[in-house]
């Protein structure tokens, strides 16, 4: 009987403006992996709109947590991303250590450009680290790095020296693999790049330039990536994949020029996933 991996995705449910639940559960979906859904919150749309209503859960997540124990479910993984409040720090945690046999993925969701999410409070970016602290895997952005880190957004690219030392001082914070999006390098490029404290091994993947960012691509890349680790491949096959698939959307929903809020159009190219991976773009760094 083939198995199907299941996933429990700690995130948020927003109607309008793809993110979060809405894209892990089709990304995971075509490649074949189960998603079980914890919402943090209810949004009308993403806090990228300026103005949505919001229904925060943090009070119904134990009582799903003390349910999937009483039903003696297991997951292959928990995956956390958007939270809504800090308690849900507590929360996840809990549910990090209900399922000790799964991979645990922290996307520590925060801010995007320099700048902290509208619902995103001092003390909720300042708890991230415990989640961090307790991840196999986090993937943050440039921006997420930072606040992880306790330093400013850099206003500079960075060098490759600063981008491994960044990598090397995340991962001291607990996880095994560390992937950082949307970083900026010298020379202009924009790339993704991974840690293995196991290997010692750093990769990296320039990314093709477009000259828009749309909501939910964090998700987008995040999801692919602990789907590919999930049906077996390594962290560089991932990220291959993960970058190639994620850089197709981002094209095509730039060529039908959709606003960025609207998140990336991905629906008609899900079949694509089940395709092997074309080339290997992701170079030891
Ligand atoms: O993709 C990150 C994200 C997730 N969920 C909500 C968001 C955002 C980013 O704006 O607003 C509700």
């Not at 979906?29 to 993403?46: E, N």
């Not at 450009?113 to 196999?136: H, I, P």
């Not at 060098?159 to 990598?167: I, M």
Request: glycine letters at 8%; proline letters at 5%; one cysteine or more.
């Amino acid at each position: 009987m083939k198995e199907i991996k299941k996933v429990a995705a700690i995130q948020d449910l927003s109607g309008i403006g793809r993110c979060s639940l809405t894209v892990i559960i089709p990304v995971l979906s075509a490649m074949g992996v189960q998603v079980c859904p914890v919402p943090t919150a209810v949004l009308s749309a993403h806090t990228g709109y300026g103005e949505f209503v919001m229904h925060d859960l943090t009070d119904f997540m134990m009582p799903v947590l003390e349910h999937y124990k009483k039903l003696g479910v297991s997951f292959d993984c928990v995956y956390s991303g958007f939270l809504a409040s800090s308690e849900q720090i507590d929360h996840c945690l809990e549910f990090f250590k209900a399922f000790p046999n799964a991979l645990k993925l922290v996307d520590p969701v925060m801010g995007d450009d320099g700048k902290a999410y509208a619902t995103y409070t001092d003390e909720l970016c300042a708890r991230m680290s415990e989640l961090v602290a307790v991840a196999d895997i986090i993937t943050p952005n440039l921006t997420e790095a930072a606040i992880l880190l306790g330093e400013d957004y850099p206003s500079e690219p960075l060098s490759k020296q600063k981008a491994k030392s960044w990598l090397v001082r995340l991962s001291d914070m607990g996880a095994k693999i560390v992937v950082m999006t949307s970083v900026p390098f010298e020379g202009g490029r924009i790339a993704t790049v991974g840690y293995d404290k196991n290997s010692g091994a750093f990769w990296k993947l320039n990314n093709e330039y477009v000259p828009a960012q749309y909501s939910g691509t964090g998700d987008m890349f995040a999801s692919l990536l602990v789907g590919g680790l999930l049906c077996g491949d390594d962290l560089s096959v991932s990220i291959n994949r993960a970058s190639q698939f994620t850089e197709h959307v981002v094209r095509i929903t730039y060529e039908c020029g959709r606003p960025w809020t609207e998140g990336l159009m991905f629906e008609s190219e899900l079949t694509q996933l089940s395709r092997p991976v074309k080339i290997d773009r992701c170079k030891k760094m």
